[in-house]
């Protein structure tokens, strides 16, 4: 089974900064197999994707947080990263790590981010 646990979330003042990460267990692939990305979802709004990295290392952004956010990936410690910069009101969301392998998604539980003066 596959297992992600994210960290970090927080209340952080606007233009403030904020690291989450999201670490992944399986007992089926190892880590660097895996797409990972990071979405998130305000209340009455749907769930977006915010930024993703393939198994090969290439990045995306959505073009809300372009040039704000920065995913990367720590494949020693199966880990997965979302650095915030110059946050906004408007990246208050709960953040979800995914992983996806093949025609397999896998979540996390989920972790609170509120940007709030």
């Known amino acids: 089974q596959v297992q992600l646990v994210e960290s970090g979330g927080a209340l952080v003042q606007p233009g403030g900064s904020l690291g989450l990460s999201c670490v992944l267990s399986s007992s089926r692939v190892i880590f660097s197999m895996y797409d990972m990305a990071w979405y998130r979802q305000a209340p009455g709004n749907q769930r977006e994707l915010v930024a993703s990295?393939?198994?090969?290392?290439?990045?995306t952004y959505d073009g809300s947080v372009k040039g704000r956010f920065t995913i990367s990936r720590d494949i020693a410690k199966n880990t997965v990263y979302l650095q915030m910069n110059n946050l906004k009101p408007e990246d208050t969301a709960v953040y979800y790590c995914n992983a996806h392998f093949v025609r397999d998604d896998w979540w996390g539980q989920g972790t609170q981010v509120t940007v709030s003066s």
């Open positions: 990295i393939t198994r090969v290392g290439s990045t």
